[in-house]
């Protein structure tokens, strides 16, 4: 869900089935990567921690000390294309995390990769997952997705603590990127969930989708946002796809999998009249239904002409349970979206 949205949660998270687990890597069809298949050492649970521990200080710094090489040395896939938009603060500020944990699973080949888990007390208490990627032998540490969920008392942490299944050594088990054992595949969630919220699922998907605040909920907060737009004489449109990007996955204990990625979500406002309400104080219903100030400021619009279209691009990252066939639903537990464009018309910024 884009960040955007003031009537959306920039976080959502409730209770749901009990998970447990493992974890693998899946590239969408067509999109291996070059140093796949590349032979890799297993990685240990304590180089993965030191790997962390070197790398969070500089990624705490990137708001402050933001720069694209910087952002480019730290971040990769959906999460730099976050953080560039946004300088450094695609997501809530992080001060100190505590209980981290790491899942680390058994992997053969580059790229390699392992979750870093930990919270955030205070006033501004969030749970974060840090997905962190290796691409080939000697390149960094980089984080693809920095997952979070806010004012919830870190229940996706406490689910991933409390529920996924290590071997006796401590290392996660991988789920196949094409396993058809599962309600859906993990490489075909992307394209899946898109379609769904897009409303052009069949019904033998749309049943497999659980009720909840980023299924059936987002889809009725759009169409109720399409519907508010024109009352201020705007057409509004929100369309996702797959992002195209890897899937990473992690075993349940019923035999489903938690799955993590990314779609791509762009917002339109297409003006249906020069009256059409441009700007709108950010607490007034109207905040919900125009496009948002800081777009507006970015790209520099002081005056609307009919037909005139504003679009915004975000990535979401998002975590899903995915039950077997037959047993379960698949639930998307966190979306996390940041814009991640802004244009005007034809002018790309």
């Not at 009990?18 to 298949?37: K, W």
């Not at 390699?112 to 990627?133: C, E, I, Y």
């Not at 196949?176 to 859906?184: E, F, K, T």
Request: net charge positive; glycine share 8%; charged share 15%.
């Amino acid at each position: 869900m884009v960040l955007f949205r003031p009537s959306t949660a920039i976080s959502m998270l409730v209770p749901v089935l009990a998970l447990v687990g493992c974890t693998s890597i899946a590239h969408e069809e067509g999109h291996q990567s070059a140093h796949h298949g590349q032979h890799v050492q297993q990685m240990t649970i304590p180089q993965a921690r030191r790997a962390f521990d070197a790398f969070l200080p500089r990624f705490l710094k990137l708001p402050t000390h933001f720069s694209v090489a910087r952002a480019r040395s730290l971040t990769m896939g959906a999460e730099l294309q976050a953080q560039l938009f946004f300088k450094g603060n695609s997501g809530p500020a992080i001060t100190r995390l505590t209980g981290e944990t790491f899942y680390v699973p058994r992997l053969t080949a580059y790229p390699r990769w392992f979750l870093a888990a930990g919270r955030q007390l205070g006033t501004s208490s969030a749970g974060h997952l840090f997905v962190m990627v290796q691409s080939a032998v000697s390149a960094p540490w980089k984080t693809a997705m920095a997952l979070y969920d806010l004012d919830s008392n870190a229940e996706m942490l406490h689910q991933l603590a409390t529920s996924i299944t290590t071997d006796a050594q401590g290392y996660a088990e991988a789920v196949p990127a094409l396993d058809r054992s599962l309600d859906m595949s993990p490489t075909a969630m992307p394209t899946t969930y898109a379609s769904y919220l897009n409303g052009n699922a069949g019904q033998a998907v749309r049943r497999v989708f659980q009720a909840g605040p980023n299924t059936t909920g987002y889809i009725k907060l759009i169409r109720e946002i399409a519907r508010g737009a024109g009352r201020y004489g705007w057409r509004d449109t929100d369309r996702q796809t797959s992002a195209r990007l890897p899937v990473y996955a992690l075993r349940l204990d019923t035999g489903g999998a938690i799955v993590i990625f990314a779609t791509k979500d762009t917002v339109s406002w297409q003006a249906k009249s020069a009256a059409a309400l441009l700007l709108a104080k950010p607490s007034s219903r109207a905040a919900n239904y125009v496009p948002p100030a800081f777009v507006l400021l970015r790209l520099g619009v002081t005056s609307v002409r009919v037909g005139m279209r504003i679009t915004v691009t975000a990535i979401d990252r998002v975590l899903a349970f995915v039950q077997p066939k037959g047993i379960g639903f698949i639930y998307p537990l966190i979306n996390n979206g940041a814009a991640t464009g802004v244009s005007d018309s034809n002018v790309r910024r």
